[in-house]
Nanobody, 121 residues
Framework: QVQLVESGGGFVQPGGSLRLSCAAAGSFSKINTMGWYRQAPGKQRELVAAMSSGGVTNYADSVEGRFTISRDNAKNTAYLQMNSLKPEDTAVYYC???????????????WGQGTQVTVST
């Protein structure tokens, strides 16, 4: 059983910063990608940033240069540093763990419970 526990959401004014954390517990393949998705009201869930266990990163164009994803593989924890926040960043942010089995190549996706980020005056 894999569990993802998120923390760090909240309310911030435009231009402010927040840091999200996601800790993965349980047994899973070391071949994996940890990432953050977000979903705003009335919109589809979208990828914000992701980082593979090998260190390859991927960012949405809308957050490039403002957000930074990092991870501590020893702690199975991923972080999302969000700077220069804008009102359009307001959404529920979900942590995702995507794993791939080394022999069978089967993939699995696990999700956190979501944390609200609100950027407003």
């Amino acid at each position: 059983q894999v569990q993802l526990v998120e923390s760090g959401g909240g309310f911030v004014q435009p231009g402010g910063s927040l840091r999200l954390s996601c800790a993965a517990a349980g047994s899973f393949s070391k071949i994996n990608t940890m990432g953050w998705y977000r979903q705003a009201p009335g919109k589809q869930r979208e990828l914000v940033a992701a980082m593979s266990s090998g260190g390859v990163t991927n960012y949405a164009d809308s957050v490039e240069g403002r957000f930074t994803i990092s991870r501590d593989n020893a702690k199975n924890t991923a972080y999302l540093q969000m700077n220069s926040l804008k009102p359009e960043d307001t959404a529920v942010y979900y942590c995702n763990l995507h794993t791939r089995e080394p022999v069978s190549f089967r993939s699995f996706d696990y999700w956190g419970q979501g944390t609200q980020v609100t950027v407003s005056t």
